[in-house]
């Protein structure tokens, strides 16, 4: 995966700082990192919860962010041949991004993925739900610390989440024609119902693989080599135990309304705070 310029959300913390080291990963030799920050109120989070701003308040700038911004860079590049550019906004950090996004055509944006709880339920933030309800490029969620193989081999072993929707489709094809990778494992993760039969038998889980392959078929696009998985378990706990031994997973959006996502958090949502590889969610494809 070697993108020309990508955005990088920063705001001094951990999370941004293993986006950034992310990023100088997948960009090209020569290529740019736009690292954006915007002090505004958050938009998309009309009951006020959590943080409104990633800085103290508008008009001021946490200390560490000034520092991140205009100190040195290389530590967090050092060994990477990319220009880093930086950008600071007094609008929302979610339309920052989006705008850093759409003015220098850039291919991704790349967000540390901060993990806290509103209410019992796992939260990204304000920002993570301003992009992807508006976003039309796709939105990588980097973790603090992730595993070895992910931070040494991007783009390496991507596993794409499945689950027979058009965004789902649309993360495959994402996966196969935006990586440079040997193969893409394309797994679609049953959860059983108290009453159902659990995929025990061989023949069982062989034709419901059949079925995953023959769904995806029309998607398929180049040689890269496919491989077919059907798992019967929990998405979420499948996808967080996957996410130690892969370098990146895939998924399709699905943008819901603030309340509907707090009431029926998404998969992203439930499991990007507890990751350890990046996540990269895919927008819908345009209507």
Known sequence: MQFDSLVVGVDGSPGSQAALRWACSVVRPGGRIIAGYGYGPRRNNPLGIGPQ?????????DTSVIDLLAGPWTELTNGFDVVVEHAIRSSSPSDTLLELA??????MIALGSHSDSTLGVPRLG????????????PLTLVPPLMNDTAALAPSESVVVGIDRSPASVEAF??????????????????????????????GELDEAVRSLRAFLQTALDGEVPVTYRVAMADPVEE??????????????A???????????PSIVRLVAPFSQCPMCVIPPPAT
């Open 53 to 61: 701003s990633i800085g103290t308040s508008p008009g001021v700038l």
């Open 102 to 107: 759409a003015t220098n055509q850039a291919p």
């Open 126 to 137: 304000g920002v993570v739900g301003g992009i992807l309800s508006a976003a039309e490029v």
């Open 173 to 202: 094809k994402w996966a196969l024609t935006h990586h440079d990778v040997s193969s893409v494992t394309a797994v679609e993760i049953i959860k059983p119902s108290a009453d159902e039969t659990v995929l025990e038998e061989v």
């Open 239 to 252: 996808m967080i135990r996957e996410s130690a031994t892969v370098n990146l997973q895939i998924v399709g």
């Open 254 to 264: 699905h943008p819901r309304s603030f309340v509907k996502e707090y009431l029926a």
